[in-house]
């Protein structure tokens, strides 16, 4: 069943945002930072994102097809973060949530979807929900000290940079890893799904996101080596989670390096990630279909549990004050279905993020972002024989890769809001040459304080 445009419920949602931003004006000149330790904080953020697409040409559609009419979508999201310092070292963190949105075609017919705010679970009426609950503990291990600055979940103060970091509760796989400092957030920076986080990374997570586990991290001055489990859904792409966290779920590994380029900073992580659930071999449904006659389908062939596994490679790199460049390199072996995030099996993405200090606007950016997304050969042979995945399947398929190009302007109009406008072109969407190109243009309304 597709979503429909509601244009009443369309102007409630830009009246929470435009109450949300009146709210942010009123507070911005009262913001500052600050190292000094704190016992608590309360952090906002919404986030308004319209997209519309034009009209494209295809040769033939499928079930999960994208549309080749011209269509509009929107999201809403408001957090409210709130974190406290019970004890020494200690930190608790809640963050209720709300989000409503109606997306381009259902969700489907898109590798990299346009819009990293838009989660599976929206839908055009407004949901309350509980994102995040979870502990932090630090312990100090000596070694220089370095500042952190009051954010959302996050208490400023000073830490040790030697130090082990336990985290355990409920937030998301990518709040820890695969971080970048130039595109990690679709609320500030790129929308793409495939540019904000590594594309092959089925991290897991229920429909929104989010998740429980548990992560260790050792900072030693310039490297950081974390890692995590996390319970997967109970079902692909589902908001029903598995608590059986020895059975079912997802592990990572990363090790991170700091390190100076030019007299720059940057950053290089490595990330390995192993997921164990309940899924379905794209070869065991191409093979039942051949025995039977019809066509494959991975619902038929969801049977025991299987293994998946990939890595990926992340790169931030400052050439100045003002210009940064990033690229992530990611594979995941692709023989099973995509479970939590998306339909890439390999990804390569890069781009350059341009603050306006040189034009006298330094809380503006510029960003210009490619992305090249890739299946495996089972994955493509399963889709050309007509198969559906959870996001893509167009009957048939002329395989090329799915190509992203997308730039974006962040207005700052003052500290606490911003406007931007957002371009995307995409060749070969869902991986198929006999469709599109896709052009989908956004305007993104952000406050936070």
């Known amino acids: 069943m597709r979503f429909g445009f509601k244009k009443v419920r369309r102007h409630a949602v830009i009246a929470r945002f435009l109450l949300g931003f009146a709210v942010a004006m009123l507070f911005a000149p009262c913001h500052a930072e600050t190292t000094e330790p704190e016992l608590w904080n309360a952090k906002f953020q919404s986030t308004y994102v319209w997209q519309g697409k034009r009209p494209m040409s295809a040769e033939y559609s499928g079930a999960n097809s994208l549309s080749i009419d011209k269509e509009r979508s929107y ?5 409210l973060s709130l974190g406290y310092r019970p004890w020494t070292g200690g930190e608790v963190y809640l963050d209720p949530e709300a989000a409503q949105g109606v997306p381009l075609s259902n969700l489907t017919g898109l590798g990299g979807f346009t819009n990293g705010e838009m989660a599976r679970s929206s839908g055009p009426t407004l949901k309350v929900y509980r994102a995040r609950l ?20 996050q208490l400023a103060g000073m830490v040790d940079k030697r130090r082990w970091v336990l985290t355990a509760g409920n937030l998301s796989v990518i ?7 130039y595109n990690h957030d679709p609320r500030t920076q790129f ?50 989670l598995d608590d059986r966290i020895f059975q079912h779920y997802g592990d990572q590994v990363e090790i991170e390096q700091a390190h100076d380029w030019n007299g720059q900073p940057g950053k290089l992580r490595l990330l390995a990630f192993r997921n164990r659930t309940k899924m379905s071999r794209y070869q065991d449904a191409l093979d039942l279909a051949s025995s ?11 049977t025991g549990t299987q293994i998946k596994y990939g890595v990926g490679l992340n790169l931030e790199q400052a050439l100045s004050d003002s210009v940064g460049l990033f690229a992530r390199g990611s594979w995941a072996d692709g023989g099973t279905e995509t479970y939590a995030f998306t339909e ?12 306006g200090n040189q034009w006298s606007r330094p809380q503006d950016t510029v960003g210009l972002a490619f992305a090249r997304n890739g299946l495996s050969r089972m994955h493509r042979d399963y889709l050309a024989a007509g ?23 962040s207005l700052s109009l003052n500290k606490a809001a911003w406007v931007s406008l957002d371009w995307q072109y995409i060749s070969h969407p869902a991986y198929n040459a006999d469709r599109g190109p896709a052009q989908v243009g956004s305007v993104r309304l ?4």
Not at 134 to 153: H, I, K, P
């Open 344 to 355: 890439i099996d390999r990804s390569i993405s890069g781009g350059i993020s341009l603050k």
């Open 134 to 153: 979870f502990l932090r503990q630090t312990w100090g291990d000596g070694g220089e000290q370095e500042a952190v600055e009051s954010g959302a979940n």
């Open 175 to 181: 709040d820890l890893f695969d971080n970048n400092t």
């Open 75 to 79: 999201s809403f999201t408001a957090t």
């Open 191 to 240: 929308l793409n799904w495939a540019v904000m986080t590594h594309g092959a990374f089925d991290y897991a997570g229920d429909a929104r996101g989010y998740s429980w586990g548990i992560v260790v991290e050792r900072y030693m001055d310039d490297w950081v080596v974390r890692a995590g489990r996390f319970i997967q859904p109970k079902e692909p792409n589902q908001q029903s």
């Open 446 to 449: 952000h406050t936070e304080f």
């Open 387 to 409: 198969g559906l995945g959870f996001f893509i399947g167009d009957g048939h398929l002329s395989y090329k890769p799915e190509s992203i190009v997308e730039a974006f302007y």
């Open 292 to 302: 039977d006659g019809g066509t494959p389908d991975i619902n038929n062939v969801r």
